[in-house]
């Protein structure tokens, strides 16, 4: 799950992390108002999107002008920010983040994140901080510098000084990194974050330490055990048809395809994807139904491919394990009847009581045709999905 950067400054600020004097607002008439309780003579209006890459697109704006505050934030307010790691139809600026500007002297990388490999938390840090981080990550890896944590003794002082001399800090610029490195730690571990990431971190003219930026994801995986982080989620700013999904225990990303799949587990998934790919045709999402199937799921799963009006053909890809195949067989059924599938469906089934499942979908009348294997299946939707 991923928070806005005014929600992810507020969590650093109870963490002893500093952050830039700010205020985030819906609306573009108290701007001004914004601007003098923060002081200063300069000030920045950042587009609040789940997305990096803002001011590369005119979603992050300075000015010295207090008066042009307002239009700059109408300007933004009630839009959409295309950025790079954004669809073509972006993100929606719901909000913006008005900050007090500092004078830069240099701008630093520092994340925590989980190292799958080590199974432990990982700092990375880099003295080329700023927009451009992931091609200096790309074309200078020397300039890169980690920190591995040991879980029993913890982040210890030598580590952060190491961190510390590879940025070029200096004398107390030593202390004050590592308090952020602590309070980025404890962060982590308190609300079971899965990323950490200040870029840029900045040297002020005064030589000192601040977070300019901030992003945080969190496990979702956690998130029942912090109701305070899930009353930070923005639904508007995820796809709508991955919120219903995970309202029903489905796992569904949406892709840009025209052939929807359902499968029951996540390898199988990713198989079924490749497949259909190898075959000449394209995914319209992810969709991962559990192991446990029932009719109820079967028919959400459903709706939510046919609410992607790019889909022509569905490839329903089970395994009847937990759950046998003709009891899957009746739920696909009684589901397409329930939904009124008019698309043509593409059906295979392997598993216990693969037989009688095969011969329930037979000569239904409905528009749905049994595979027999799934190479055979792949075929069958993708030249479905071409006539369609």
């Known amino acids: 799950m991923n928070i806005h950067e005014y929600q992810a400054k507020q969590l650093f600020l109870e963490y002893g992390i500093p952050v830039p004097d700010g205020k985030q607002t819906a609306t573009s008439e108290n701007a001004v108002d914004i601007t003098k309780m923060l002081g200063g003579e300069s000030w920045?209006?950042?587009?609040?999107?789940?997305?990096?890459?803002?001011?590369?697109v005119g979603g992050v704006k300075l000015t010295k002008n207090s008066a042009e505050i307002a239009d700059i934030c109408k300007s933004m307010l009630g839009g959409r920010l295309v950025t790079q790691q954004t669809d073509a139809a972006g993100l929606p600026v719901n909000e913006v983040l008005i900050e007090r500007t500092y004078p830069i002297k240099r701008e630093l990388y520092l994340s925590l994140l989980v190292d799958r490999g080590s199974e432990r938390m990982i700092f990375i840090a880099s003295a080329a901080g700023g927009m451009d981080i992931e091609t200096v990550a790309h074309q200078s890896?020397?300039?890169?510098?980690?920190?591995?944590?040991?879980?029993?003794?913890?982040?210890?002082?030598?580590?952060?000084?190491?961190?510390?001399?590879?940025?070029?800090?200096?004398?107390?610029?030593?202390?004050?990194?590592?308090?952020?490195?602590?309070?980025?730690?404890?962060?982590?571990?308190?609300?079971?974050?899965?990323?950490?990431?200040?870029?840029?971190?900045?040297?002020t003219d005064k030589g000192e330490l601040m977070a300019l930026d901030a992003k945080i994801n969190f496990d979702d995986n956690a998130l029942a055990l912090h109701p305070d982080i899930i009353a930070l989620k923005d639904p508007e700013q995820?796809?709508?048809?991955?919120?219903?999904?995970?309202?029903?225990?489905?796992?569904?990303?949406?892709?840009?395809?025209?052939?929807?799949?359902?499968?029951?587990?996540?390898?199988?998934?990713?198989?079924?994807?490749?497949?259909?790919?190898?075959?000449?045709?394209?995914?319209?999402?992810?969709?991962?139904?559990?192991?446990?199937?029932?009719?109820?799921?079967?028919?959400?799963?459903?709706?939510?491919i046919l609410s992607d009006h790019n889909v022509k053909a569905v490839l329903v890809n089970i395994f009847g394990g937990i759950v046998k195949c003709d009891v899957i067989a009746q739920g696909i059924l009684a589901a397409i009847q329930e939904v009124h599938v008019t698309i043509p469906v593409v059906v295979r089934l392997e598993g216990t009581n693969v037989e009688e499942g095969r011969a329930l979908l037979s000569n239904t009348g409905l528009n749905l045709y049994a595979a027999d294997d799934l190479?055979?299946?792949?075929?069958q939707v993708v030249a479905l999905a071409g006539l369609a």
């Open 44 to 56: 920045v209006v950042k587009a609040q999107v789940h997305a990096g890459g803002r001011g590369k």
């Open 375 to 379: 190479a055979h299946a792949a075929e």
């Open 141 to 203: 890896p020397e300039q890169i510098q980690s920190v591995t944590i040991n879980p029993v003794v913890g982040l210890q002082s030598y580590q952060c000084r190491t961190i510390a001399y590879s940025l070029g800090l200096k004398g107390q610029q030593h202390h004050a990194l590592e308090l952020i490195m602590r309070g980025m730690v404890d962060l982590f571990l308190a609300k079971d974050a899965s990323q950490i990431e200040i870029n840029p971190l900045i040297v």
């Open 238 to 304: 995820e796809d709508a048809r991955e919120n219903i999904a995970q309202q029903f225990g489905l796992n569904y990303i949406t892709l840009e395809g025209n052939i929807g799949c359902m499968v029951n587990g996540a390898g199988l998934a990713m198989a079924t994807m490749d497949l259909v790919k190898l075959k000449g045709g394209k995914p319209a999402n992810f969709l991962d139904v559990g192991g446990g199937t029932n009719v109820e799921k079967v028919c959400e799963a459903f709706k939510l």
